[in-house]
């Protein structure tokens, strides 16, 4: 059974969609069946992969609303092995649409099960807020990744999420895990990006990817050409930089003797206040020496 990883994080512009495609897309390079499946209404992810909009293709709309499988929206993708279910605009309008709708949190989890043998990875690109559609891809999946930036604040912003992944824990995903936070846009040399390393090192622990991502040129222009980065630039920093955090991840994977979704940065002892309580602390020290 494939392992499925949400990447979100409710802020924008953190490196999700990024981080998205061309993991799924160095998964593929380590010869796994991968699919990357696009949850937000920007389509970042597929226009990233070179797919012109279209209203009338079948997308994660349609898996939503009930109107098509997961089958007939699987496209192909210049990686042999890398599979893509694309988005559109439209997809705004299933928040509404599923509002009083039986079971809107599990649509994207029933929608991808005929698919979970196929694919080894099922990566899943959400939008920047907590809203029904990050909510589909929490319940669907295994794990998260969370990317983030090395900036003040940065514990602060992610308390939401780590409260809202433990009330679905709670409520509709018992087993939701947390894959790993991963460092993106970084600049290793500064000052500001060694402190909040170490301030994130040090609570996260081994959540924290040993893999960080590099800020890089190439990555920021591999989408204009419809490309992941390690197609469009296979020897730059970026590409090469998920190629890791894709062997990181495959080799966690493989080292676990139980299920890793079991475990978590949040303890059975902690509720979801303690979690927002202590994150609060290290980001009010990292304000301080501002
Ligand atoms: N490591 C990086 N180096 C340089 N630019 C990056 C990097 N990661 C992301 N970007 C750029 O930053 C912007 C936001 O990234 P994106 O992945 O779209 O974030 P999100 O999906 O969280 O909104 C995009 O223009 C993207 O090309
Ligand atoms: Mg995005």
Wanted: glycine letters at 6%.
């Amino acid at each position: 059974m494939g392992r499925v990883i949400a990447v979100a994080n409710q802020k924008g512009g953190v490196g999700k969609t990024t981080t998205a495609i061309n993991l799924a897309a160095s998964f593929a390079a380590a010869e796994v069946n991968t699919l990357l499946v696009d949850c937000d209404p920007q389509s970042n992810a597929t226009s990233g992969l070179g797919f012109i909009k279209d209203p009338e293709r079948v997308s994660s709309y349609h898996l939503l609303l009930g109107a098509a499988t997961a089958e007939e929206a699987l496209l192909t993708t210049e990686l042999e092995q890398l599979w893509l279910i694309p988005a559109h605009k439209n997809l705004i309008g299933a928040n509404l649409e599923l509002v009083d709708a039986e079971g809107r949190e599990y649509r994207m989890r029933d929608a991808l099960a005929p698919l979970r043998e196929r694919f080894q990875f099922i990566v899943l690109d959400c939008p920047p807020a907590l809203d029904l559609l990050t909510l589909n891809a929490l319940v669907a999946a295994d794990a998260v990744l969370i990317p983030m930036q090395a900036e003040y604040f940065a514990l602060e912003g992610i308390s939401e999420l780590l409260d809202t992944i433990e009330r679905i824990r709670e409520a509709l995903n018992p087993s939701l895990g947390i894959e790993g936070v991963v460092l993106t846009m970084l600049d290793e040399r500064t000052n500001l990006a060694q402190q909040v390393m170490a301030e994130l090192k040090n609570y996260f622990g081994a959540k924290l990817c040993q893999t960080t991502v590099p800020r890089n040129i190439r990555l920021a222009e591999a989408p204009s050409h419809g490309k992941a980065a390690l197609v469009y630039d296979p020897r730059s920093k970026g590409a090469e930089s998920y190629i890791r955090l894709a062997k990181e991840i495959i080799e966690r994977q493989t080292a676990d003797v139980g299920p890793q979704t079991s475990e978590s940065v949040t303890t059975e002892e902690h509720s979801g206040e303690a979690v927002v309580e202590e994150i609060a602390a290290p980001a009010g020290e990292m304000d301080k020496t501002a």
